[in-house]
């Protein structure tokens, strides 16, 4: 098996949430100021503002949990722009909490409402269920002093929200990118073509200039990403001079400044919570390991099942080092159905790409391919979680699986590991799968692993993303 490396999923500080990250200094690609020009093309122009009618209302946290409400902001402004939405209507934060609590069957190691700051928590959810309304499941208001245990799930005014259980799932993310190291191009592109783009940056009252409603943050070895916020616009004529200095007196070198929304309420600095943050910030858009995302395509819920073997979605992403890689996963379908759609989590720019129906026996994927059948094939714009509609595909009682074939010179699949309850780790399952797999030069090598008395793991596997939808019930 050849070697492949993991961008493993660092644990970073989110509204006093994780850990600081200390790296060489950071910087996005640079480019020159534009003058200011309109433009057929939003991502050429010069100023991007999307305020007030294509970006929800600003609101303020209650809690450490800014990496749920910026997760959720860029969902609004997905639906807004996607057409699905005005800039009135709210989607409940309290809904994704609930789900990424830790639970009977797994999931994300979260016990406390601070718990937090995963990109993959906030895209799991968003490509795996149904989003909801704030009407219908209102966020939890502050604590009382003596209610301060209230931060961890199930105690004091910390409870299950009344109709979790009952209320109406609205829309749902069927495409996702990730952005693990992006140009200043790139995320002007997906901020005008999808609404915005979730991120991390370093908050500082140290550098916040209130009444220029800006901060910046030069690179300093014991600051990191603290806070997460969801970038909505931009403006290349925001002048450098508005960012306060260093103590060292550092200062941005050129003009221009990214548009945020943030979630600390619309009294915060000057801008009615929106803030600019330098194109030069060390910080912003940064976090390789926890990369940003957009929200690229939405529906509807359509009832369809869904088999697949990441609940909860992929939370790491694999560079394999390979130009052709062959990945599969095996399922138990409970009746005879029809096949609707396919999807899977892959990348990168540029990769080919062709799924496969094959037959399954004793959980193992057949490796014939004159048994397999093509369900679609095509070309992928980015690195994420990507839906395809496929012709109807009848599907008998019993095992079948999913293959997944990637050609290109920088192949990128998603994962979900396969973590235990141990370990500092973010995520974890009691029950493996075992239903993953591999391709190597001797065949299908499933990505299984075992765990000892202890619940350690004892060699690595995980689970494919790699997922089909049928009309089953």
């Not at 952005?179 to 997906?190: D, L, N, Q, T």
């Not at 550092?250 to 915060?268: M, V």
């Not at 009832?303 to 909860?312: I, P, Q, T, V």
Request: net charge negative; aromatic share 12%; proline share 5%.
């Amino acid at each position: 098996m050849k070697k492949i490396a993991l961008w493993i999923l660092s644990a970073f500080l989110i509204c006093g949430c994780s850990q600081q990250s200390s790296k060489e200094e950071p910087a996005l690609e640079e480019t020159e100021t534009p003058a200011a020009q309109e433009t057929e093309d939003p991502a050429e122009a010069a100023v991007f503002d999307p305020r007030p009618d294509a970006v929800s209302k600003v609101r303020k946290q209650e809690w450490g949990i800014c990496w749920a409400m910026a997760g959720i902001s860029t969902m609004e402004s997905a639906l807004i722009r996607h057409g699905f939405t005005d800039n009135q209507f709210q989607l409940s934060t309290e809904d994704l909490l609930w789900w990424a609590n830790v639970n009977d069957e797994g999931g994300w190691n979260s016990r406390r409402r601070s718990d937090g700051g995963y990109t993959y928590m906030c895209s799991g959810y968003l490509t795996t269920r149904g989003v909801r309304s704030l009407a219908d499941i209102p966020d939890l208001g502050p604590a009382e002093e003596d209610d301060a245990e209230s931060d961890y799930y199930g105690q004091g005014i910390n409870q299950r929200p009344e109709k979790y259980d009952t209320a109406r799932e609205l829309y749902e993310a069927d495409g996702i990118a990730f952005y693990p190291h992006p140009s200043r191009e790139e995320i002007k592109e997906a901020i005008a073509k999808y609404g915005a783009v979730s991120t991390g940056y370093w908050e500082s009252p140290d550098y916040l200039n209130e009444e220029k409603s800006c901060v910046w943050h030069p690179y300093e070895p014991d600051s990191g990403t603290n806070h997460n916020i969801s970038v909505v616009g931009w403006d290349d004529t925001f002048s450098k001079d508005n960012f306060i200095p260093s103590p060292d007196g550092r200062k941005p070198e050129h003009d221009g400044a990214w548009l945020i929304k943030n979630s600390f309420g619309t009294d915060y600095a000057n801008e009615g919570g929106f803030l600019y943050v330098s194109y030069e910030d060390a910080y912003l858009f940064t976090e390789e390991e926890n990369p940003a995302f957009a929200v690229t395509s939405i529906i509807e819920p359509d009832g369809l099942k869904r088999y697949m073997l990441d609940d909860f979605g992929a939370v790491n992403l694999i560079e394999i080092k390979k130009d052709v890689f062959e990945e599969a996963a095996v399922y138990e379908f409970t009746a005879d159905e029809t096949a609707e759609r396919i999807a899977f989590t892959a990348g990168g720019k540029g990769t080919s790409f062709s799924v496969y129906y094959a037959p399954a026996a004793e959980g193992k994927p057949s490796e014939d391919q004159n048994e397999w059948k093509l369900l679609k094939s095509g070309t992928l714009d980015y690195t994420g979680y990507h839906t395809f509609e496929i012709e109807p595909l009848e599907i008998k009682e019993g095992e079948g699986a999913l293959i997944l074939h990637l050609e290109g010179n920088d192949i990128i699949i998603g994962i979900e590991e396969a973590l235990t309850k141990t370990g500092g780790k973010p995520k974890y399952f009691e029950v493996l799968s075992g239903r993953s797999f591999m391709k190597e030069e001797n065949g299908f090598i499933s990505c299984e692993r075992d765990l000892d008395e202890n619940g350690m793991a004892v060699k690595h596997g995980y689970d494919v993303s790699l997922r089909i939808f049928t009309d089953g019930e």
